[in-house]
C-alpha cells in the first residue's frame, strides 16, 4: 500500500514544505510539551519522599514551574503555526516559528539538566539526595526522547526550505 501524496507549502520565495513534515515536527513538539507538564506534575507530586537541599528543591519547584509554563506556551504556538500552514503562509515563517518552539523547549531542558547535574554533585556528597536525583533525572530523559525529535524535525524543515531554494536558483541561473 503506498502513502497518500502530501501537499507542500510554497509562497514563492523558492522555498517548499511538505505539510506532512511540518505536522511530524508539530506532533513531536505537543509530545515534548506535554512530557513537561507530565514530568513536572509528577516531580512536584513526589518532592515531599525525596530529600535536597532548600537550595536545590527551590531549583527543582521553579524548572517544574517553567515546564509547566512553557508547555502552554508551545501548544499555543503549534495551533499558530496550524494557522500559518492554513492561511498557505511562506514557510520561511513556518521554520521561524519551528525554531521558536525548539528554542523555548531547549531553554527549559538546559535548565532541568542543571538540576539534574546539581542533583548528581548532592548525590555524591549525600546518599540522601539520590532519589532526588533519580527522580529528576528519569524525567528529563522523558523530556529529552521527544526534545530531540522535534529538534530534528525543525532541522529538517530548515534544510527543506534551503534546498528547495538552492534548487529554484540553480534552475533561474
Not at 17 to 31: G, H, K, M, N, S
Not at 104 to 116: I, N, P
Not at 121 to 150: H, M, T, W
Request: aromatic share 4%.
Amino acid at each position: 500500500m503506498s502513502a497518500a501524496p502530501s501537499s507542500s507549502v510554497t509562497a514563492g520565495e523558492g522555498a517548499t514544505l511538505d505539510e506532512a513534515e511540518v505536522q511530524r515536527f508539530l506532533d513531536e513538539a505537543r509530545e515534548c510539551a506535554m512530557q513537561m507538564l507530565q514530568n513536572a506534575v509528577y516531580i512536584l507530586a513526589e518532592l515531599d519522599n525525596v530529600q535536597m537541599s532548600d537550595e536545590l528543591l527551590v531549583r527543582t519547584r521553579q524548572v517544574c514551574d517553567d515546564l509547566i509554563g512553557t508547555k502552554h506556551d508551545i501548544i499555543h504556538e503549534i495551533f499558530d503555526v496550524d494557522d500559518l500552514l492554513k492561511s498557505r503562509a511562506p514557510p520561511c515563517e513556518i521554520v521561524a516559528r519551528a525554531d521558536r518552539i525548539v528554542r523555548w523547549l531547549g531553554d527549559d531542558v538546559e535548565k532541568m539538566h542543571g538540576v539534574v547535574m546539581a542533583l548528581e554533585a548532592a548525590a555524591d556528597q549525600e546518599r540522601a539526595c539520590g532519589l532526588a536525583y533519580i527522580l529528576v533525572s528519569e524525567s528529563a530523559v522523558n523530556i529529552l526522547k521527544p526534545f530531540y525529535r522535534a529538534q530534528d524535525g525543525a532541522e529538517g524543515l530548515r534544510k527543506q526550505t534551503d534546498e528547495s531554494r538552492d534548487a529554484e536558483q540553480a534552475v533561474a541561473a
